[in-house]
């Protein structure tokens, strides 16, 4: 993995206000999402992207182990702190999508949430998760997305430019699931739901679900 990669995935400011309305979002409805994105898991997991390790707590004790990657240096020091408190053995390290770590088919499982819609190239990220899940495991995956309504979505064109500038390079308009369809994925369930973590953020479409690899 190239570590200047790591270097341009620092964003301090954002990481901080990411902090904030990550945790108040899991008391407004948040923590209940991120149970049903887990629920059922066993063996062991790659999570990309784990930002402060709020997934963390909502691992099931089927799951025997996670490798949490996360490129962020101040979200990462919270992963670190979460990952104590975890109900099952949680590593933290640092990386990034696009050169994840392990062989070929390490893992049961992968778990992607609100990350599809930051990392620079979903397509490329997808096959790294494709390379390190075992043939029949799972991506759990829980991103916001394109809304399904034309206006909503016009009005997520609209504000991408300035929300990637003042979201770390979230954008806010994207198709995830078609992304991860596209991946060779097969999705078997996907539930579509709004959420806003607080009220100055907008009321995205979001999904939640599962694909297994071929
Ligand atoms: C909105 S936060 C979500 C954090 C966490 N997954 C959660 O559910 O709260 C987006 C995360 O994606 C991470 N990220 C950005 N680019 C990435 C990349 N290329 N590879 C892996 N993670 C990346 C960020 O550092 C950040 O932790």
Not at 46 to 62: D, K, Q, R, V
């Amino acid at each position: 993995m190239s570590d200047r990669h790591v270097q341009d995935l620092q964003h301090p400011r954002f990481a901080r206000f990411y902090t904030a309305i990550s945790t108040h979002a899991e008391a407004h409805g948040g923590a209940a999402h991120r149970a049903r994105l887990l629920a059922g898991l066993t063996g062991t997991v790659i999570e990309i992207g784990a930002g402060n390790g709020l997934n963390f707590a909502h691992y099931p004790t089927t799951v025997t182990r996670v490798l949490a990657v996360e490129p962020d240096s101040t979200l990462r020091r919270h992963a670190h702190q979460a990952a104590q408190r975890a109900p099952v053995p949680v590593e933290v390290i640092a990386g990034h999508a696009d050169a994840l770590p392990g062989p070929d088919a390490a893992f049961d499982a992968a778990v992607t949430s609100l990350v599809l819609c930051t990392v620079p190239d979903p397509a490329h990220a997808l096959a790294e998760i494709g390379r390190v899940v075992r043939p029949s495991g799972q991506l759990r995956f829980y991103e916001h997305v394109r809304s399904d309504k034309p206006a909503l979505a016009r009005l997520q064109d609209l504000i991408a430019p300035v929300w990637a500038r003042l979201a770390a390079g979230c954008r806010p308009n994207h198709d995830t699931a078609a992304v991860i369809a596209a991946s060779g994925f097969a999705i078997v369930s996907c539930e579509r739901f709004g959420f806003s973590p607080c009220r100055f953020v907008p009321r995205f479409a979001h999904i939640i679900g599962t694909a297994y690899r071929p």
